[in-house]
């Protein structure tokens, strides 16, 4: 029976029924909904709206509910539509006027808009903790190749030499920002619905901030309409999603190249690899791949938030119905991606050597070599143009630049002494750094014990 047949005259058709439902997606919202439910209840009995006997009533049939749900006796119907309406409706069998009371002074409209913010707080705390785990196990592994040098890249080509705990930092850092900025969606998506009704408010004597303060919510949201018709919360957390996932798909993108035949930089675990159908010899990163796929995955379920509210007047409209859907794959999505992410980088294999190896060849001591000359007096541009004929000349004569003897390169400038070869050691290199967050040693070392 349709909670809301009262109005209407004929039956829904069935293709219209199954497809207005939603609770094939937003059952997983039972225990928020159950939450907000009790929550009301109590509000409803403070406030002298409800009985003290009808609330307690309603609380102690709705957690027992909640146990059958969870224990898989509780069959969900598409003719009560969503989570709020099959709740109620079996509350309803089981109290039958008590029940029907539990709606008074809400609308669907607040009661999912409360249920969504309650589920979102819960994941965003969750991805959090994920995000600081991945962060200590990047800080491990940073502290373990301190001094492990490698090629740093611009375009993709040697650049200039870092440490791979320099490299791996960098990476800390973006992760350090997607936790700020799921904190402040947090807070973003800490105001209370709920007690706005439809979107006009109630003519019943509510307390919000009491809903407010039992739910953990830090305030209430101010205006009705906006209330139930905002979703820019779940907008915000899309949005963290995304960038998140960005972040491990470039990570991903490095490893699956260091993996390679061609750098052998690192070797993912056995464990996080597959093989192939056809060739015997292959160890492929399938995992590094798949977070890099999912993360268009996820880019998707933001467009599709974005879309759907674009054109939509205030206040709530059904379209909105189908915001849960992106929200949950976007977060499960993230947070798997995370938890796989964290285990691979944790058991991969470092192959220092072969690092160390690359860095010492491309010319990466090219900039110090040219600094060395700028310390002798020479302006910068007049550096760089020495020193770049200086690597054609080593291109052409199959040479490093610390393998050109003295006369070779005084033969570039009369500036260079014994003392250049000193400059050009990859490590003297990395040591001679001095600006705040370079790769030095002594600043990586300060960044470890940030």
């Given at each position: 029976m349709k909670l809301w047949?009262?109005?209407?005259?004929?039956?829904?058709?069935?293709?219209?029924?199954?497809?207005?439902?939603?609770?094939d997606v937003d059952q997983r919202l039972?225990?928020?909904?159950?939450?907000?439910?009790?929550?009301?209840?109590?509000?409803l009995a403070k406030q002298g709206i409800l009985s003290e006997e009808e609330a307690l009533a309603i609380e102690s049939s709705l957690l027992d509910i909640q146990r059958e749900i969870e224990s898989g006796k509780v069959d969900f119907?598409?003719?009560?539509?969503?989570?709020?309406?099959?709740?109620?409706?079996?509350?309803?069998?089981?109290?039958?006027?008590t029940g029907k009371k539990l709606h008074t002074a809400r609308s669907r409209n607040d009661q999912v808009a409360v249920d969504i913010r309650l589920y979102l707080k819960d994941e965003i705390r969750t991805i959090i903790v994920l995000l600081n785990e991945l962060n200590s196990v990047l800080t491990a592994i940073s502290k373990e190749n301190r001094d492990t040098v490698m090629p740093g890249y611009t375009h993709l080509q040697r650049a200039q030499p870092v440490t791979l705990a320099f490299h791996l930092m960098a990476y800390r850092e973006m992760f350090r920002r997607d936790i700020i900025r799921f904190e402040n969606c947090y807070?973003?998506?800490?105001?209370?619905?709920?007690?706005?009704?439809?979107?006009?408010?109630?003519?019943y004597n509510t307390d919000r901030d009491y809903l407010a303060m039992q739910l953990g919510f830090s305030k209430i949201c101010q205006n009705a309409m906006d209330a139930v018709s905002d979703r820019d919360f779940a907008i915000e957390f899309l949005s963290c999603c995304s960038i998140t996932m960005m972040h491990?798909?470039?990570?991903?993108?490095?490893?699956?190249?260091?993996?390679?035949?061609?750098?052998?930089?690192?070797?993912?675990?056995?464990?996080?690899?597959?093989?192939?159908?056809?060739?015997?010899?292959?160890?492929?990163?399938?995992?590094?791949?798949?977070?890099?796929?999912?993360?268009?995955?996820?880019?998707?379920d933001l467009m599709t938030l974005l879309s759907i509210m674009k054109g939509l007047p205030l206040a709530y409209n059904k379209d909105m119905q189908e915001?849960?859907?992106?929200?949950?794959?976007?977060?499960?999505?993230?947070?798997?991606?995370?938890?796989?992410?964290?285990?691979?980088?944790?058991?991969?294999?470092?192959?220092?050597?072969?690092?160390?190896?690359?860095?010492?060849s491309g010319f990466m001591n090219a900039t110090d070599a040219a600094d060395y000359l700028v310390s002798k007096g020479l302006p910068f541009r007049e550096c760089h143009e020495i020193i770049g004929r200086i690597v054609l000349y080593c291109i052409g004569h199959n040479k490093a630049i610390e393998e050109l003897t003295l006369n070779e390169l005084k033969s570039f400038s009369d500036k260079f002494e014994e003392d250049i070869y000193e400059k050009v050691d990859i490590r003297a290199c990395i040591k001679a750094k001095k600006s705040k967050g370079s790769t030095s040693f002594e600043s990586v070392e300060l960044m470890l014990t940030e």
């Open positions: 047949k009262g109005r209407f005259s004929k039956a829904e058709n069935s293709l219209a029924e199954e497809f207005n439902a939603s609770i039972y225990k928020q909904d159950i939450t907000g439910s009790i929550t009301h209840a109590k509000m119907t598409i003719e009560q539509e969503d989570i709020h309406m099959n709740i109620e409706s079996i509350l309803t069998e089981r109290l039958g006027q807070e973003g998506t800490d105001s209370m619905p709920l007690g706005a009704g439809a979107l006009a408010g109630t003519t491990l798909s470039r990570f991903c993108e490095e490893l699956i190249i260091w993996s390679s035949s061609e750098f052998r930089f690192v070797e993912m675990d056995d464990a996080f690899s597959t093989g192939s159908s056809i060739m015997p010899q292959k160890k492929n990163p399938d995992m590094a791949e798949l977070i890099r796929g999912k993360t268009g995955r996820v880019y998707g915001d849960k859907q992106p929200v949950f794959d976007a977060g499960d999505t993230l947070k798997s991606s995370l938890t796989i992410f964290t285990q691979m980088i944790a058991a991969m294999r470092i192959n220092a050597d072969v690092m160390e190896q690359a860095a010492k």
